[in-house]
């Protein structure tokens, strides 16, 4: 069974911290991806990654940065966590042929900034 | 632009009764397309998704979805309403603008009435 694993279910930071979240995938797929998810503005893009040390920025990167070091980890960093990234954070990978290709989510990870 | 349309952000069945989401897509072409389901607080889980085989798409849980290019739509069906249906479903295409991101709906979210 495909599996997308992102390490924590629930987190709670404080203002100013450095959060990391963090996402494995066991289907060695090229792509992986992060969304943040907020009522009334479904999924948006804010890193995705095509390949190791790879990275583009989606719709919103601006306070986040990722990093890829290896194939089946991406890593989501809030620099200075503040409460506007209080939110549902999906990650999610796909195989590199994307045309006829799924993404696979994981289970998210739900923040709140205090 | 491409895009994905879901005409409804809130759709009430009662139980026993069929269910109807709405998916439109912009495209010059016939693209790919998938259903997601979220349950609250979990990651998206794939239902069916179309790749240019047959029309008539069938999917996990008793869902299926045609695949309509005269009416650019991709409409998400259920005979039978089931109690555990309620979730929030996206409907979503790869991105053809030469990167690997995909393309979501913003959600319909399906509240099943007892």
């Known amino acids: 069974d495909v599996k997308v694993t992102q390490s924590s279910r629930y987190l709670v930071k404080r203002t100013g911290e450095k959060v990391f979240l963090e996402c494995v995938q066991d289907?060695?797929?090229?792509?992986m991806f992060w969304y943040r998810q907020d009522p009334g503005l479904g999924l948006r893009l804010i890193y995705f990654?095509?390949?190791?040390?790879?990275?583009e920025k989606g719709d919103i990167p601006e306070g986040y940065s990722v990093s890829r070091e290896k194939k089946e980890r991406f890593s989501l960093i809030l620099e200075s966590a503040s409460t506007n990234q209080t939110s549902m954070y999906l990650c999610?990978?796909?195989?590199?042929?994307?045309?006829?290709?799924?993404?696979?989510f994981g289970q998210g990870t739900r923040l709140t900034v205090v | 632009a491409q895009s994905v349309t879901q005409l409804d952000s809130h759709v009430s069945v009662s139980e026993g009764t069929p269910v109807l989401l709405r998916c439109n897509y912009s495209?010059?072409?016939?693209?790919?397309l998938f259903w997601y389901v979220q349950h609250p607080n979990k990651g998206l889980q794939l239902l069916l998704k179309?790749?240019?085989?047959?029309?008539l798409v069938k999917g996990i849980n008793g869902f299926e979805a045609e695949f309509k290019k005269s009416e650019t739509s991709f409409h998400l069906t259920k005979p039978s309403a089931h109690m555990s249906d309620a979730a929030e479903y996206f409907c979503?295409?790869?991105?053809?603008?030469?990167?690997?991101?995909?393309?979501f709906g913003t959600g319909t979210r399906l509240k099943v009435l007892a």
């Open positions: 979503a295409r790869p991105s053809t603008s030469g990167t690997y991101k995909y393309i």
């Open positions: 495209s010059s072409y016939s693209p790919s």
């Open positions: 179309y790749t240019s085989a047959a029309t």
């Open positions: 990654s095509y390949d190791v040390k790879m990275k």
């Open positions: 999610a990978s796909s195989q590199k042929y994307r045309f006829a290709t799924e993404a696979f």
């Open positions: 289907m060695d797929h090229e792509n």
